[in-house]
């Protein structure tokens, strides 16, 4: 909702917009689970990005195109899959990282890392595989932000 908020609902809606805003805002690090959904994200999560996507708030038009309006902050994202994305043939159909990496960058996050669980429906052998690597590379993508809170 991107005009004058008029009606209850309009005004509720522009409320829990600026309240996300505010949150967004005020942290150092940001941490989102992204589940891939149909390829690409889970509703809820499009949800927030439709929030927090804010023209004159989170980025701005300029003559030389979007400007992201957030700076300085470190994004860690856990993508959990069903199957493999990360390489092979199905790469073509990842929908969800380039996705959320071009939404993120739009509002100037561009510190990110993706940790990735994948082969997560493979069966419970490849499922544990699949949390005990991500939890590795989550303790390494942690790391900085953990610097930056000590
Ligand atoms: C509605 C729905 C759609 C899904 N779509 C995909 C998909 O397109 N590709 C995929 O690899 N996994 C897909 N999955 C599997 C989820 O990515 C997987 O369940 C998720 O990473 C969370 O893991 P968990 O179910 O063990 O919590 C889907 C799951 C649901 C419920």
Redesign the pocket.
């Known amino acids: 909702m991107r005009s004058t908020p008029g009606t209850q609902a309009e005004l509720a809606t522009r409320a829990t917009s600026d309240e996300l805003v505010a949150e967004l805002r005020a942290a150092d690090v940001v941490v989102i689970g992204a ?5 690409s994200i889970a509703t809820g999560l499009r949800s927030w990005f439709d929030h927090v996507l804010r023209a004159g708030e989170t980025f701005r038009y300029t003559e030389a195109g979007p400007q992201g309006l957030l700076e300085g902050k470190y994004v860690i994202v856990v993508e ?4 493999l994305y990360s390489e092979g043939p199905a790469q073509a159909v990842d929908f969800q990282e380039p996705y959320l990496r071009h939404l993120l960058g739009f509002i100037g996050l561009r510190d990110v890392t993706f940790v990735r669980a994948e082969r ?2 493979f069966g419970p052998e490849a499922r544990a595989e699949a949390i005990a690597a991500a939890t590795a590379a989550l303790r390494d993508a942690a790391a900085p932000a953990l610097a930056r809170a000590a």
Not at 35 to 39: A, H, R, T, V
Not at 80 to 83: A, E, K, L, V, W
């Open positions: 589940p891939m959904y149909n390829f959990s899959r069903g199957g997560i429906g």
